[in-house]
């Protein structure tokens, strides 16, 4: 198993710890991504808790509230090709007016969701063009898998370089919708981790970048990028802000514009407003940041 899919198990451990996912169900969707028997059983005491009651029920979210950002614009879904000439899917929001610059969304584990959606819509209403691509296009797409269970462990079994690659094809297709302007990126969770990925390997379509709470790959080198970069961690957060001193140390080694912001008093996925653990003071907060940061970085 590799480093995403590592991290996808060890992210169900820890919804099984605080209560978000009973045994039976945290085992499942262990199974799922091939860890069974005494190494899922492992992992899960590892991480100790869990649901006492058998339910896996949400624990209790740390804010509530409405989304943050406007409300979104509308959202469609678009198909775009590949070098090769594959077509892949995504969903594509634009602005009234002109657009100050490109954004490209990146998914959670659970794949192009309505949350991501409504995400790339308010980037469109705050006047940036936004395309979502489906990570999952080459599986047939994020809703004709349906278990989100399924959906993850799929996302596991995708090698980092494929994701990587159709990122890449996503940027391209951004570009040609918004000739001569900018490009940033946000990813969320697991898209974060590939926000990381696409600093590493240097794609040069970026002007910025902003990775909320996202797994680091191993021994980052971005020395072959040029965007600036807006990290996102949450305090609560322990295994994601485990390589969060690494993310900044490499930061500044390749010489890259960069601040690292922690929330305090939130968890990992604060801003997915449709989560147990939605913050809405911390997400409206950490959304004008990402304004701020393409303001001076994308629509300049």
Known sequence: ?????????????????????????????????????VAASTLLAACGGGAKDGSGSAAASTGGGPPAGPTPRPVVPVSYPDPTGTMLNGAWSEPEAEPLGGVLVIHENKGLTDHIRSVAGRFAASGYAALAPDLLSREGGTAAIGDPAKV?????????????????SALAELSVRVEARKLGTVGFCFGGGLVWRLLAAGEPKLSAAVPFYGPLPDKPDFSRSGAAVLAVYAESDARVNASR?????????????????????????????TGPRYNAEAAAD?????LNWFERYVAT
Not at 249 to 273: E, I, K, Q, S, W
């Open 1 to 37: 198993m590799g480093s995403l899919g590592r991290y996808l198990a060890e992210e169900i451990a820890v919804d099984h710890a605080d209560g978000l996912l009973n045994r039976r169900e945290a085992l499942r969707r262990l199974g799922l991504l091939g860890v069974t028997g």
């Open 152 to 168: 993850t462990a799929t996302l596991g079994t995708v090698a980092p370089a494929r994701l990587v690659a159709d990122l890449r």
């Open 245 to 273: 001193d690494a993310a900044e140390a490499a930061l500044t080694a390749a010489g890259l514009p960069h601040d690292v912001v922690t929330y305090p008093g939130v968890d990992h996925a604060f801003f997915n407003d």
């Open 286 to 290: 950490a959304y004008q940041r990402v």
